[in-house]
């Protein structure tokens, strides 16, 4: 059933105007690229801040990092919390985070034009660097929300040799308060995001309620060979790490492709992350550098899938002369359940407006994940063209936009009565 703007609280036009707005805001070489710590971010942060404000919005960042907006309610509860992200991965797509957050904000301007306040606070969280981050950690402000951003996160470096701690300070976080500070309490946390697969749209379902999130491990591995004459060295005397890291890459689709099909969940894996150096076409390959992503709903095989990689790397290294200088599980998550009561009241609401749901699971990781760890936490996805995310082409309808944020607005308004009942 098609969004019907005579009948819903929702200003889809001015919910879509803002979300054009934020994306304006990129790297103009590469849209759509606002990566979190750079300058670029840090104007689309100012974009937002001011949103906020304009919107009736009390606005602060905590010492996470993350950028807080409040509607104050009329009881002194914990606030329901609505979120997402701002960052992008390089290249990415206009709407991965930003629509979560942009029709968080449509909502609180609704409850505001409706004149009837709700009894809980209302908080919008615009979460710091939910993508991977140069300091090699994803999940930065909803990891230090939780309590889950360890002083060895917090030393990482990045290529430059700027640790993670002071680019927390740079852009409004307090590192030294992060292991005062106590989580949190709230009512609740909902995310709205596009699904980054092809389950809506391919069976037609409008809303997705979201099962669980993957877990995800990150592994590195660094292959040290030696660097030769690409024209003088005879091939059975060469010690390529190139060639050791090209069959890491296929063992790791191979392998991957394996479990997918096991019947045991979703299973990815992925080496998004692949350099050889000196990279120079008459070169033997002297080093390389691999990292890898891998994801499932069960726990247990990322486990033994890792298990396998560390058995199979080194077997891979040995077989091209290579020494396996590195392997390191540089962060790991665990799956996470998305809490049952939030998801029937995100099924009831969009059966009330008379839009089709699935549940499913999430193939991408969220900061709803870590939220998760100190409340009630749940997701809706919206359909997005193809399934395509993290990449320029990323697309996603107005309608299921407006239908998406009008699901939420009746949600937030079931769980602040629900949660006055008991
Ligand atoms: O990588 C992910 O799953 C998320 O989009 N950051
Ligand atoms: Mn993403
Ligand atoms: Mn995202």
């Known amino acids: 059933m098609p969004f019907d703007p005579s009948t819903s609280s929702i200003d889809a036009d001015r919910l879509w105007a803002d979300l054009m707005a934020l994306a304006a805001i990129t790297e103009p070489d590469r849209p759509w690229t606002r990566r979190s710590f750079t300058p ?43 979120g997402s992200h701002s960052d992008t991965v390089p290249s990415g797509g206009r709407f991965d985070g930003a629509a979560g957050l942009l029709a968080a904000v449509e909502i609180a301007r609704a409850v505001i034009r409706s004149g009837h306040a709700l009894d809980h606070p209302l908080e919008i969280v615009d979460f710091l660097a939910e993508e991977p981050s140069d300091y090699g950690i994803s999940c930065i402000g909803s990891r230090a929300m939780v309590g889950a951003l360890s002083p060895d996160m917090l030393s990482r470096a990045n ?15 307090s590192p030294s308060a992060l292991e005062r500070t106590t989580p949190p309490s709230i009512a609740a946390y909902l995310e709205l995001h596009i699904e980054q697969g092809r389950v809506l749209e ?49 063992w790791t689709a191979k392998q991957g492709a394996l479990k997918a099909t096991s019947g045991r969940g979703h299973f990815v894996a992925t080496t998004g992350i692949i350099e050889i150096a000196p990279n120079a076409a008459n070169v ?29 790397s080194l077997e891979a290294a040995q077989r091209s002369g290579v020494k396996r200088e590195r392997f390191a599980i540089i ?13 029937d009241i995100l099924a009831r609401s969009a059966s009330k407006l008379g839009y089709s749901t699935t549940e499913l699971a999430s193939g991408a990781g969220h900061d709803a994940a870590f939220v998760a760890r100190i409340g009630r936490s749940a997701m809706l996805f919206i359909p997005c063209l193809e399934g395509k995310s993290h990449s320029p082409d990323e697309w996603a309808d107005p309608d299921a936009l407006a239908m ?14 629900a949660d006055n009942a008991n």
Not at 46 to 52: A, H, I
Not at 62 to 76: C, H, K, M, Q
Not at 161 to 170: F, K, P
Not at 405 to 414: F, G, I, K, P, Q
Request: hydrophobic share 40%.
């Open 159 to 173: 290529a430059a040799g700027e640790r993670l701690s002071d680019a927390l300070a740079r852009v409004g976080g």
């Open 40 to 82: 670029r971010f840090a104007e689309g942060r100012t974009w937002l801040s001011n949103l906020f404000i304009q919107s009736g919005l009390a606005v602060r960042t905590d010492a996470g990092g993350n950028l807080i907006g409040r509607l104050e309610g009329r009881r002194p509860l914990p606030p329901i919390v609505l």
């Open 202 to 250: 391919s069976g037609r379902i409008e809303l997705g309620i979201v099962s669980g999130i993957v877990g995800i491990a990150r592994v590195e591995l660094i292959l040290l060979g030696s660097a030769d004459h690409a024209g003088g060295t005879p091939m059975n005397l060469r010690r390529d790490a190139g060639v050791a890291a090209a069959e890491i890459v296929s």
């Open 284 to 312: 033997v390959p002297g080093q390389a550098r691999l990292v890898l992503d891998i994801r499932a709903e069960d726990g247990r095989e990322i486990d033994d899938f890792i298990m396998l990689l560390d058995r199979h």
């Open 404 to 417: 998406g944020t009008a699901t939420l607005y009746d949600a937030v308004r079931s769980l602040d009565n």
């Open 331 to 343: 962060s790991k998550t665990d799956p996470t359940r998305c809490d049952p009561h939030l998801r």
